[in-house]
Nanobody, 125 residues
């Protein structure tokens, strides 16, 4: 059974940092592109970042470029999202997702096959 479990969310002040993790029970993990999405109250789920199966390709939403970094550890079957210089507009539930194609980067959430339950990130002073 495929499982994606996010962790690392919390309450942080503007300008702070968080490191989100997603533990995956997908094998072989390297055959999946992994994505991060977020959804704020009353808004649609939006793309944040994605990384190819070998970690060699990355894509970021313009709103997070330069502040967020996606990485993966295929040996540990995990993907991380380092988020820096947080802004109140980054407040959302953050989800990781898996797409069964390791070569392409996808921004459309409909392209992804599996989803985690999400972790809340709240940026507030």
């Amino acid at each position: 059974q495929v499982q994606l479990v996010e962790s690392g969310g919390g309450l942080v002040q503007p300008g702070g940092s968080l490191r989100l993790s997603c533990a995956a029970s997908i094998r072989p993990f390297s055959t999946y592109t992994m994505g991060w999405f977020r959804q704020a109250p009353g808004k649609e789920r939006e793309f944040v970042a994605a990384i190819t199966g070998d970690g060699g390709g990355r894509d970021y939403a313009d709103s997070v470029k330069g502040r967020f970094t996606v990485s993966r550890d295929n040996a540990r079957e995990s993907v991380k999202l380092q988020i820096n210089s947080l802004k109140p507009g980054d407040t959302a539930v953050y989800y990781c997702a898996a797409k069964a194609n390791p070569f392409l980067l996808h921004r459309d959430p409909l392209e992804y096959d599996y989803w985690g339950q999400g972790t809340q990130v709240t940026v507030s002073s």
